[in-house]
């Protein structure tokens, strides 16, 4: 199975690599056409900006290419939030993949800091093998802003407020949380995601 890594201006990307390679994945990260289309599985992760990383989308033509591939495509966190319709972060349009809008999260109290960082749980919408595998687990977060509920969430999680902490639409993933950083829980989500037919 070769696993497409789609490469822009955006951080972590490397690590999602080195643990895609530790569960035997063959990886390559590239913001090349073909390269894309023809993977089997094709990841969009990142930390960042999202004004930045999507005028790097732009220029390199990715905002097209992504919204076309009808292969398995995962975003991860940046990922995540880039695949939505639009996002407060620099005002920018999204791809549109995800009905939802990215908003700041805006503390309630002074126990609430922003960024959302570390362990959070997961909260199912249906039944199905991931509500019955991971129910409940505590998986990685950093983030500032976040996907607001919608038709295409998969997975909710609470701080502040509710949020998409896990979407999918047709062939279209995204998780909030950092899988690669969430240890033997993330790890198996991520072999979840590339081993089983959608």
């Known amino acids: 199975m070769k696993i497409a890594i789609i490469k822009y201006n955006g ?3 490397f690590s999602v690599q080195e643990t895609l390679k530790r569960l035997g994945a063959e990886t390559v990260v590239t913001d090349h056409y073909e390269q894309i289309c023809s993977a089997d599985r094709v990841i969009f992760p ?16 990715l905002d097209k290419i ?19 319709q639009h996002s407060e972060e620099g005002d ?27 362990w959070n749980q997961l ?17 990685y977060f950093v983030h500032s802003y976040y ?10 999680c609470h701080y502040a407020n ?12 995204a998780m909030q949380f950092h899988p690669e950083k969430s240890g033997e829980i993330g790890s198996k989500m991520l072999n979840q995601f590339l081993n089983q037919t959608l």
Not at 69 to 78: A, N
Not at 162 to 173: E, I, L
């Open 147 to 156: 996907a607001e509920i919608c038709q295409n969430t998969f997975a909710s």
């Open 11 to 13: 951080g972590n990307i």
């Open 46 to 61: 990142g930390v960042g900006q999202a004004k930045s990383a999507m005028n790097y989308l732009k220029e390199h033509q």
């Open 92 to 118: 920018i349009e999204g791809l549109g993949i995800f009905d939802a809008q990215v908003k700041k999260f805006i503390p309630q109290d002074r126990e609430t800091k922003v960024p959302h960082m570390g």
């Open 162 to 173: 509710d949020f998409s902490a896990m979407m999918k639409r047709d062939n279209f993933w």
């Open 66 to 84: 992504i919204t076309e591939l009808q292969q398995p495509v995962l975003g991860i966190c940046l990922g995540l939030q880039l695949m939505c």
């Open 123 to 139: 909260n199912f919408s249906d039944q199905g093998d991931w509500r019955n595998q991971f129910e409940e687990s505590y998986l």
